[in-house]
């Protein structure tokens, strides 16, 4: 019995802890994307009014509470979206993602970029509560989509990747709260 006890003791400890948890989600403390070794760098919640509409996490090669450092550094980073709202229309999802460019770029880096921000746009179903979008970024390589697993698609440019993480980290972010959860503030 007491080795029984101690045997599963043992693989209790063995087995990861998530590194954070938000609304019920966990995100690990660390990930490989691409090869690379991510650390998380903080998770929030997205909200909207008052609707939770998804838990968030960025991984990043080492922890930065420095969006403006992050952003000008391009690293390799990874953003995981679970989807806790119970439909968000493809419409109300490229409506928020032109809507984050446009706040966070200029017009000049807005039309340099609209081509690619389209098809990143063409790239979306309706999401539903318990999808999991992951969005990666490898510098050169460009920004890679997938849902559940399964990929939507990639758009090339490591300029397209810093805008689009602009859109959760820049000046005039989607979310304040968000953007100082996944800062891990």
Known sequence: MRKTLLLLLGL???????AATVAGIDFPDRIESA???LQL?????????FFKVYAAALYLPQRQHDATAILASDPPWRVEMHIIHSEISAAKI????REGFEKNQDGATLARLA???????QLFPDLREGNRLVIEHQPGQGVRVTLDGRLLGEIGGDDFARALLAVWLGPRPADDDLKAALLGQ
Request: aromatic share 10%; charged share 25%.
């Open 12 to 18: 209790c400890l063995a087995a990861p802890l998530p």
């Open 35 to 37: 090869g690379t070794a």
């Open 41 to 49: 760098n903080g998770a929030g919640l997205r909200r909207k009014f």
């Open 94 to 97: 490229n409506r928020a993602w």
């Open 115 to 121: 081509a690619r921000l389209e098809r990143f746009q």
